[in-house]
């Protein structure tokens, strides 16, 4: 099952310590350090299923889970720029069941049965789910270049009321956790008119706990209200957002109309480009940081992992070796929550890396508790020189491959030409407005810039900073700001402004005053036709 480990021998130098990749790191810590303590203490039954091969060497993968037609299949239909396998769209619940969208050579689906067996999928571990799940569980494979980058992962549309919940045959909320746990970014979509959590998309939100840091919230469909609708409906998404992720920061949502048809308003055209880029952004970096992304997880892994041991071991020592087994293992599983301050007290361990008390205390139920073993310090210590010392020295081979050959950045279908181009963001404006046209784009307001400047009574065709600065300061920008400006302006950089470069300082000010920012270095299309 793990002969991939012997992949690794070849990078090694004597002392075992030394290896080619983080993946093949990663892998070897885990078989030889984490592995031993997992079997040990019965973690793959508790938690879960042990890594393999596919785990480390996947792709990035993006999760994306929301309420009936809030727009998941047609967001991926958006990114990828073409239809894809088992693709079907509609106002109805339509995707019901789940397509991991991945790259091949060949255009096709796999069904769930033949995927689970493939070694060379991350999907193995789903067989524990049984054909209820497998029946409803397909991998689309196609050619496309952002799949190159990226996996997708669709899920079925969430519905309100109890009866889906019970006709699905299987535990819904378990395999979205399965994939939380697995995947790089976790997507919650929204739909502007659709802002009611219900209790299932609340069970599933849930699932994600310990996995904050993946999740992301998508507003779809926002172009459908006006800004003064959009106001509520974001501040209504946020306060139903605050009583189901039960975390003290604000979770990023991005607004937007994420499929290629015409905005029915267009008055917030600007922002919905804005964040679509922010978001483009973020899906691109996830191939960058893919590596990091398994390290930390490995980290939460072994964490909860010894905490574990610690649990089990515990109720070993506590049960009686002959008479009143039941009874004593009843008021143990009762003495849970009591049980966890006693092992954070002796262990220095935070709250925060127990498993949940209640789930715990339900599948204890099912355990002979004389069967548990007792702790072996050894393995223990194993795993806390792993993350004292081997993950520091993966941390620092991250950066070393990130310099040597920095992983390609998410290219293909939506991503392209998103930053280049006149339909980049902010070409033609701010700064770069100008930047083609054959006049100096500061001529056009020039003869209103000329009478503040003769009347601030120039000599030799020259005013002073002192004048200057009475005149800049009325816009009311900082002085650090307007320190900028100066220099930017100040193209012969002899303390004073002449005509053309007191006009191109009201022309920085006026664009940083509409939002925009200010260059590092002035732009060639910039510079005062005297000064060129």
Request: with cysteine; proline share 5%; hydrophobic share 40%.
């Amino acid at each position: 099952m793990f002969s991939w480990v012997k992949q690794e021998q070849g990078g090694r130098n004597k002392d075992g310590e030394m290896y080619q990749t983080v993946t093949e790191g990663l892998q070897s810590l885990y078989l030889k350090k984490l592995l031993p303590l997992e079997e040990t203490y019965l973690f793959h039954d508790f938690h879960s299923p042990a890594l393999e091969a596919a785990d480390f060497q996947s792709k990035p993968m993006v999760l994306l889970v929301g309420q009936y037609s809030t727009g998941k299949t047609t967001f991926i239909r958006y990114l990828l720029e073409q239809d894809f396998p088992g693709m079907r769209i509609g106002p109805e619940p339509t995707t019901d069941g789940f397509i991991a969208v991945m790259h091949g050579e060949n255009e096709g689906i796999i069904p769930g049965n033949a995927l689970v067996v493939d070694p060379r999928k991350p999907f193995r571990k789903l067989n524990a789910f049984g054909n209820s799940f497998l029946n409803r569980f397909i991998c689309s494979q196609m050619p496309n270049q952002v799949l190159q980058s990226i996996s997708i992962i669709d899920t079925p549309g969430i519905l309100s009321g109890e009866k889906q919940r019970i006709s699905r045959g299987y535990d819904f909320a378990e395999v979205l956790r399965w994939f939380g746990e697995r995947v790089d970014r976790i997507i919650l979509l929204f739909d502007a008119h659709k802002l009611d959590i219900s209790d299932e998309f609340s069970e599933a939100i849930r699932a994600f706990k310990g996995q904050d840091d993946k999740i992301r919230v998508v507003l779809n469909k926002a172009d459908q209200v006006d800004t003064q609708q959009l106001m509520r409906v974001y501040g209504a998404l946020m306060w139903s957002l605050g009583k189901v992720i039960n975390t003290p920061e604000v979770v990023r949502v991005y607004l937007g109309s994420f499929w290629g048809k015409p905005l029915q308003n267009t008055e917030n055209r600007r922002l919905f480009e804005a964040e679509s880029q922010d978001l483009f952004k973020d899906i691109q970096s996830l191939p960058r940081n893919a590596a990091l992304r398994k390290l930390n997880d490995l980290i939460k892994r072994a964490r909860l992992a010894k905490v574990h041991a610690y649990i089990i071991s515990y109720l070993k020592k506590e049960m009686p070796s002959l008479f009143g087994r039941e009874k004593k293992k009843e008021e143990l599983i009762s003495r849970l929550p009591e049980i966890y301050c006693i092992l954070q007290r002796e262990h220095h361990i935070s709250p925060g890396d127990f498993p949940n008390v209640t789930k715990m205390q339900d599948m204890l139920q099912h355990y002979d508790f004389n069967k548990f073993p007792s702790l072996k310090i050894k393995l223990i210590e194993s795993v806390d020189k792993m993350l004292a010392t081997k993950i520091a020295g993966l941390m620092s081979m991250i950066r070393d491959e990130e310099s040597k050959a920095p992983p390609a950045m998410v290219s293909g279908g939506a991503f392209e030409g998103s930053q280049d181009g006149p339909f980049g963001r902010g070409y033609g404006e701010g700064v770069s407005a100008g930047a083609d046209a054959e006049d100096w784009i500061v001529s056009r307001e020039k003869h209103r810039y000329d009478e503040l400047f003769y009347m601030l009574m120039p000599v030799n065709g020259k005013i002073t900073g002192v004048n200057a600065k009475k005149e800049m300061m009325n816009s009311r920008l900082p002085n650090t700001v307007l320190g900028k400006i100066w220099k930017l302006a100040d193209c012969d950089q002899d303390g004073m402004l002449d005509d053309e470069e007191f006009a191109l300082a009201q022309h920085l000010i006026k664009i940083k005053l509409e939002g925009f920012e200010l260059p590092g270095e002035l732009p060639d299309h910039l510079v005062p036709p005297a000064h060129q």
